[in-house]
């Protein structure tokens, strides 16, 4: 598999701290890197240019649902086979990319799962084993972490998932389309560095999504 058809995607919004980091951890392993800044108030353009990505800049803030979706459409009009996509903030060790090129070689998509651990929210331990476990009742598809955002898939596969959310809810919008189109997957864990300050899913944006992924089931015919 050649890492020239590899392209990495990272959503992005006020993560000037990490990004230059994130981007040449990233580009050890695949040639193309694409940042989409979302409406960032920093530098995080600037400084992901220096690093050595391609940027794209959404003047507002869309959501990281939108922003993941600009940067995979932009890597499919380059040209690429395969998309890795992963946060920006840090929390994701590029160092395990390798291993999801591995697993694409038999695998649609391959989604992954962060160990267990006391740093990682309440909130998102119970609404994780919540929302897996509708996933698992309504899609047939189980996971053991429904909201981590470091993935990777074939171009064939983005089109078959390709999500209209664009929040967090793109991430079990996903794994919906995923199940819907019987694909191949597979789950891999990896470690994941909380931050103090927590960013992602909030009870809120649970209840969201369990109630898209019942609609997603019912009512949307793709």
Not at 35 to 48: A, N, Q, R, Y
Request: contains cysteine.
């Amino acid at each position: 598999m050649e890492i020239k058809n590899i392209w990495a995607v990272i959503p992005a919004y006020n993560e000037e701290g990490s990004i230059i980091s994130i981007v040449k951890k990233t580009k050890k392993y695949v040639n193309n890197a694409v940042i989409v800044d979302d409406g960032s108030k920093d530098k995080t353009k600037e400084l992901g240019e220096k690093a050595g990505a391609i940027v794209l800049k959404h003047i507002l803030n869309l959501g990281k649902g939108a922003a993941l979706k600009t940067g995979c459409d932009f890597a499919v009009k380059k040209g690429a086979k395969f998309i890795i996509a992963l946060d920006a903030d840090a929390q994701h060790n590029p160092n395990d990319i390798p291993r999801f090129i591995e697993k694409l070689k038999k695998y649609d998509i391959v989604f992954s799962c962060r160990r267990a651990s006391k740093k990682m929210p309440f909130v998102l331990r119970f609404g994780n084993l919540f929302i897996s476990n509708v996933a698992n009742i309504l899609y047939g598809i189980s996971l053991n972490d429904t909201q981590c955002g470091f993935r990777a898939f074939s171009i064939d596969a983005y089109k078959k998932i390709r999500w209209t959310a664009s929040d967090y809810s793109m991430e079990s919008e996903m794994i919906s389309r995923a199940g819907k189109q019987r694909l191949k997957y597979v789950q891999i864990p990896i470690q994941t560095i909380y931050s103090d300050k927590y960013k992602g899913t909030t009870i809120i944006d649970g209840i969201k999504i369990v109630l898209n992924m019942i609609w997603w089931k019912f009512f949307n015919s793709r």
